[in-house]
């Protein structure tokens, strides 16, 4: 009942979590050195393997444009690889400004219940973040930004342009997909991306039964008149 009360009041103030990813007050110049745009999970044996893709901010000279980069680590659980990774930096990672929560395609339903529990718990990561589909989010993540500092961040344009243009919402913010499955639903859709030559490209619509992806939908047969997503009439 709490975490459902949680995610009742967290949905009235989402549109206000993520515009502090633009924000440029001086009092926090210093901490803003790296910022998590987005975070990838995908399976690996036994192991969970977590990329941090990062914005890395030069406090000390302005001038330099803010640079992404992308670590990853694996370990039994989520906390021990992003400590592995935060072993690897000068100071903490930010998870504030984190705009995209990426799902690999061999997530299994336990570990994509654990991601769930982990972002919902870590109150760093704002629940209105975009969850996503991809066949491997190190390898997208780890792709040359097109349009803005950090890949995570043009994905996240991606997907509001296309809602915008086609009208085809998928209601994948976190606190969407949370409240679905709180509700007892069990099958949801996430929006599918992956990298190429020019940078992020939308791959269509991941369809997901039981925490388990079990169907890719084209872009184009998804824009078909005939094609309903998973819980609307």
Request: glycine share 8%.
């Amino acid at each position: 009942m709490i975490k459902k009360l949680c995610l009742t009041i967290s949905s009235l103030i989402f549109l206000t979590c993520l515009s502090a990813c633009g924000g440029t007050g001086d009092s926090i110049k210093n901490d803003r050195r790296f910022m998590v745009s987005a975070l990838g999970f995908e399976a690996d044996g036994f192991l969970i393997k977590v990329t941090a893709e990062l914005i890395v901010i030069n406090s000390e000279n302005p001038e330099v444009s803010p640079e992404a980069r992308v670590f990853s680590a694996k370990s039994r659980d989520i906390e021990g690889a992003l400590e592995e990774i935060s072993s690897r930096l000068s100071k903490p990672m930010l998870l504030e400004h984190c705009g995209i929560i990426a799902i690999g395609e061999s997530m299994t339903a336990e570990r994509f219940s654990q991601i769930c529990d982990y972002c919902f718990y870590e109150n760093r990561i704002t629940l209105s973040a975009y969850m996503i589909s991809a066949k491997s989010p190190e390898l997208l993540l780890g792709g040359k930004p097109e349009s803005s500092a950090a890949t995570g961040y043009d994905i996240m344009n991606m997907i509001e342009r296309q809602s915008k243009s086609d009208g085809i919402s998928t209601d994948s913010r976190f606190f969407e997909i949370e409240s679905a499955r709180e509700s007892g639903k069990n099958t949801f859709a996430l929006p599918r991306f992956g990298m190429t030559e020019d940078g992020a490209a939308d791959e269509g619509i991941a369809i997901f039964e039981n925490d388990r992806l079990v169907r890719l939908v084209s872009r184009e047969a998804a824009n078909s008149v005939s094609f309903r997503l998973p819980g609307r009439r």
